[in-house]
């Protein structure tokens, strides 16, 4: 397939996938905004957004104060910023318009609808409830495209190409949220239970839309090291770190042997996905929760740009 | 064709008796409800938008693409004025692609005197590069939309030749889709030939073209602009339908004289290049320096006959409407027969007994620039003010050899479901012909265009046209079928 076919299928998944962790980000730190400090803990859920967005220095060369009003406008649509929720649908149809023909009808429709849908909305000073269905809108337009990619796409190369892009973005994007909160999932000194963290911890599992499995699968209450676990080392939570290695390991496979030859991107897979493996929990933590996950993030770009070098250029 | 001639209805004719290959159809419209006719007329444009905003809603940037009215009424040929179409089409595209190859070869028909050599030279379209480059099979047109009009039941006649990349085919594919959707019912009735066999034969063609030293699988792609050119949409859907890449300039290199496309797993090879740019934009090497749409080196790979490119470069020569009124000629010339399909009287202003024919009756003709194309640069003398035909008057004096000039035609109508109900608009016809070295390949219908604003003779987009699903049937009701019918409704109803 063209390289450039590539690229675009490759983006338009990143774009996608972006878009929703960005509304999920937001519509948590609207809930955790609007509890009473006592329950919310000290740090700013605002400024915690604009990090885990990682768009820190674009915000703060625009606003001087990360408040409500100005990290919605910042995240949501603003134009000076590239990766805005916005921004994100724009660059995402414009790729998808580009390879038109490489996607299926169905997730042309959904990319094309959310984007009518994203004109209709007065981004400008929006109302909550008007957020909420903005950002409801997005997530599930990205729950439909990624589902409809799983549907309806030939198992061919646009199909791996499409999936690479939703993994590395996806690890890309709990990397960064856990480690806004890191401080805050350390095994401190803290009453297990209704401490005051415990609305952000279980705000994790919330905005990547966990909290319900992870009571299945813990059977426990919300605790620090085991979100982390869950989110970092366990293959049965779909959005956690190792499985989108599990699933950049099988896509990269298959286009070596489509190919017949491999080159770093496997290589580069390959190892993040046995480094997570042979990692405990308990080891994590003693190494550093903030360093393994900085990283990490330095690993999977590294993969991002590898992916890049041997196919998309 | 004088001035005050009865406009012919292809349904009605002249004196409202419906005619053969219309009787099934006719019946049907009067038996349909107008509520009904007017549901699908919205179903219709409900399928259109959808596609429509599908592919052609452009960015904030671009601004929206129109979509292109559709008339759900249908225009109808009966097989055998399409049979003498077809052989007609055939016989002009062959001459076409024999008139391009002597152009840029011997110019034989120059040297007989039966063109002035200035008309080819002087041509904006004319590419002196083309004299050493033969194409593979000596085909130049692969792809020839020709322009149709009609002024009564014989009277057919070519309004305009398109051999550079005539586009629109899409359309005539949609519409019989949608037509499909919506009237199945007339779909049992009647037996329509298909269309969707086009991209077929159009990858056959290409296929067909590939150079010699192309792989028993030549590899095809599509040349693009891009998805910010207005026709973006066709271009993705006929790659689509072919299964072929649709690439850009920058997807393509040229090395040791062969293009390649950059690949997911390298270099790849391409034989033929179905390219939707212009001449100009091909190489910036060959061409406009400044072209980022192009590929640099392009025209040297051509050159060695490592590439086939769809149409050929230099094409243009013949819709040179100069060209176009030695159009008899040209066929008669290099096939030795009788042309099949007539051309529009024209005067050429260069002629100078013609200039002052065209110069008296200005208020009745049509004037149009030899190398405008599009409905530009053109004067309808009967539809003009007396500001606009003096304009013209001294355009003409300064420049004769820049125009021509033709009588204005009486073109036949056919209903249209309008918002008052059935009305006759005025229409023509573009058949796609393809040309391989396998031979000619036309499927059966084309794209109608139709003026659907009244009185208008106006088909182009831009000005209130839109277009019909155009059928051509076999087995249509016989006379005595019609009038049996007709009857038996009008005794026993209601």
């Known amino acids: 397939m063209l390289s450039r076919t590539a690229d675009s299928l490759y983006w338009l998944s990143r774009y996608v996938e972006r878009a929703e962790n960005l509304a999920r980000i937001l519509g948590v730190a609207e809930r955790l905004s ?42 949501v649509a603003s134009d000076a910023n590239s990766s ?41 000073n929006i109302d909550p409830s ?58 401190a000194e803290e009453p297990v239970g209704g401490g005051l963290d415990y609305f952000q911890w279980s705000a994790i599992l919330r905005a990547v839309g966990a909290l319900t499995s992870y009571n299945w699968v813990y059977r426990d209450n919300v605790k620090p090291w085991l979100v982390a676990d869950f989110m970092i080392l366990r293959l049965e939570q779909p959005r956690s770190l190792i499985s989108s290695y599990e699933n950049l390991n099988r896509q990269l496979d298959s286009l070596a042997e489509r190919y017949g030859r491999q080159g770093q991107a496997q290589r580069l897979a390959r190892a993040t996905f046995a480094h997570l493996e042979n990692q405990s929990i308990d080891e994590l933590f003693q190494f550093g929760l903030h360093e393994f996950l900085t990283e990490f993030i330095a690993e999977n770009n590294a993969l991002g740009a590898a992916v890049t070098e041997q196919y998309l250029l | 064709m004088a001035k005050a001639k009865a406009i012919f209805d292809e349904m009605n004719g002249f004196d409202g008796t419906v005619r053969e290959g219309y009787r099934t159809l006719a019946r049907w419209l009067k038996d349909t409800p107008s509520e009904l006719l007017a ?111 009609r002024d009564g039941p014989d009277g057919f006649y070519v309004l ?45 063609t290409l296929r067909s073209v590939a ?112 060209i176009y009124s030695y159009m008899p000629e040209i066929v008669k010339f290099y096939l030795g027969e009788e042309p099949l399909l007539l051309n529009v009287p024209t005067w050429r202003c260069r002629e100078p007994q013609a200039l002052r024919y065209v110069l008296d009756h200005l208020a009745e003709l049509v004037v149009k620039e030899v190398n405008g194309s599009g409905g530009y640069g053109m004067l309808v003398g009967p539809h003009a003010s007396k500001e606009q035909i003096e304009l013209f008057r001294a355009k003409l004096i300064a420049n004769p050899d820049g125009f021509i000039a033709q009588p204005t035609l009486a073109l036949s109508t056919v209903p249209c479901f309008v918002d008052n109900g059935l009305a006759p608009r005025h229409v023509d016809l573009r058949p796609y012909v393809l040309c391989g070295s396998d031979g000619v390949r036309v499927v059966p219908g084309g794209l109608t265009r139709v003026a659907l604003k009244n009185g208008s003779l106006v088909v182009n987009s831009s000005q209130g046209g839109g277009t019909k699903d155009t059928w051509v049937v076999e087995g249509d009701m016989t006379e005595a079928q019609f009038r049996s019918q007709s009857q038996s409704q009008s005794m026993g109803g209601s």
């Open chain 2, 160 to 204: 305009e030749d398109n051999a550079r990349t005539p586009s629109g085919v899409s359309y005539m594919l949609e519409n019989r889709e949608a037509m499909m959707r919506l009237f199945p019912e007339l779909f049992n009735r009647l037996k329509i030939a298909p269309v969707d066999n086009y991209t077929d034969n159009l990858l056959r």
């Open chain 2, 39 to 149: 549901n699908r007329k919205s179903e219709a444009e409900y399928f259109f938008r959808r596609i429509g905003i599908t592919f052609n809603v452009y960015g904030d940037a671009e601004g929206t693409e129109r979509i292109i009215p559709f008339d759900i009424v249908p225009r109808i040929l009966t097989t055998t004025e399409w049979a003498k179409l077809a052989k007609g089409l055939e016989q002009r595209v062959n001459a076409i692609n024999a008139f391009i190859g002597d152009v840029y070869g011997e110019r034989r028909i120059v040297k007989e005197g039966l063109i002035p050599e200035e008309l080819i030279l002087q041509n904006p379209a004319f590419q002196p590069a083309m004299t050493r480059i033969r194409p593979a099979g000596d085909v130049y047109v692969h792809i020839a939309g020709i322009d149709i009009v």
């Open chain 1, 34 to 75: 609007t509890l009473p400090s006592a329950y919310a803990g000290t740090s700013s859920e605002w400024e915690s957004a604009i990090l885990t967005a990682a768009c820190g220095p674009a915000f703060f060369n625009n606003y001087s104060e990360a408040t409500r009003a100005n990290v919605i406008e910042f995240i």
């Open chain 1, 130 to 187: 008007q957020l909420a269905r903005f950002l409801s809108v997005i997530q599930e337009a990205s729950l439909r495209f990624d589902g409809a990619a799983y549907r309806t796409m030939l198992r061919t190369d646009h199909f791996r190409f499409q999936r690479i892009g939703t993994f590395i973005e996806r690890a890309d994007n709990i990397a960064r949220l856990m480690d806004v909160k890191y401080h805050v999932l350390l095994p």
């Open chain 1, 84 to 124: 805005s929720i916005r921004n994100c649908i724009q660059t995402a149809r414009a790729n998808a318009r580009a390879v038109r023909t490489a996607i299926t009808t169905e997730m042309w429709e959904i990319i094309n609808g959310c984007w009518h849908e994203v004109q209709k909305f007065k981004l400008k």
């Open chain 2, 211 to 322: 150079p010699k030293g192309a792989s028993s699988e030549p590899n095809v792609v599509l040349l693009t602009p891009g998805p910010f050119n207005s026709a973006y949409y066709e271009h993705s859907f006929l790659a689509d339908k072919m299964g072929i890449e649709i690439v850009e300039g920058t997807d393509l290199f040229v090395r040791g004289n062969v293009v390649f496309m950059r690949t997911t797993e390298g270099p790849k090879r391409v034989d033929v290049i179905y390219r939707r740019i212009d001449d100009e934009y091909l190489d910036p090497l060959a061409f406009n320096p400044q072209s980022v749409l192009g590929v640099p080196g392009l025209m040297s790979a051509y050159a060695a006959g490592n590439v086939t490119i769809s149409n050929a470069v230099g094409t243009g020569v013949s819709d040179d409407k100069a």
